[in-house]
């Protein structure tokens, strides 16, 4: 079964910086559209960031746009996050999410495209 491991949280002042990263296994397409999606405590889950590493393409929530890089490292496996200039609001436990044989197009934010979950690792950013 496809398995989506995050790691890489942790806590830092605002301004500070965190890198996410998400090893994914047992995936079908290698070119699958993969997200980040966070969800702070009483909130609802939102997308954060996308990418279809078969294409190239990349896509940012407009709270995060300029502030968070996505990538990915193909011969890994691995999805990353950069999160720079992080602020209180960037608080969340962030998700990896694979769509396992759909490629990015709209609605990347859409939690019901992704078939596949990590578990989540929590990001705590203090003033």
């Known amino acids: 079964a496809v398995q989506l491991v995050e790691s890489g949280g942790g806590s830092v002042q605002a301004g500070g910086s965190l890198r996410l990263s998400c090893l994914a296994s047992?995936?079908?397409?290698?070119?699958?559209?993969m997200g980040w999606f966070r969800q702070a405590p009483g909130k609802q889950r939102e997308g954060v960031a996308a990418?279809?590493?078969?294409?190239?393409?990349?896509y940012y929530a407009d709270s995060v746009k300029g502030r968070f890089t996505v990538s990915q490292d193909n011969a890994k496996n691995t999805l990353y996050l950069l999160m720079n200039s992080l602020k209180p609001e960037d608080t969340a436990m962030y998700y990896c999410?694979?769509?396992?044989?759909?490629?990015?197009?709209?609605?990347?934010?859409?939690?019901?495209?992704?078939?596949?979950w990590g578990q989540g690792t929590q990001v705590t950013v203090s003033s």
């Open positions: 047992g995936m079908t397409d290698s070119s699958s559209c």
């Open positions: 999410a694979a769509a396992g044989t759909w490629r990015c197009s709209i609605g990347v934010f859409n939690s019901d495209r992704y078939a596949y």
């Open positions: 990418v279809w590493p078969g294409g190239g393409s990349s």
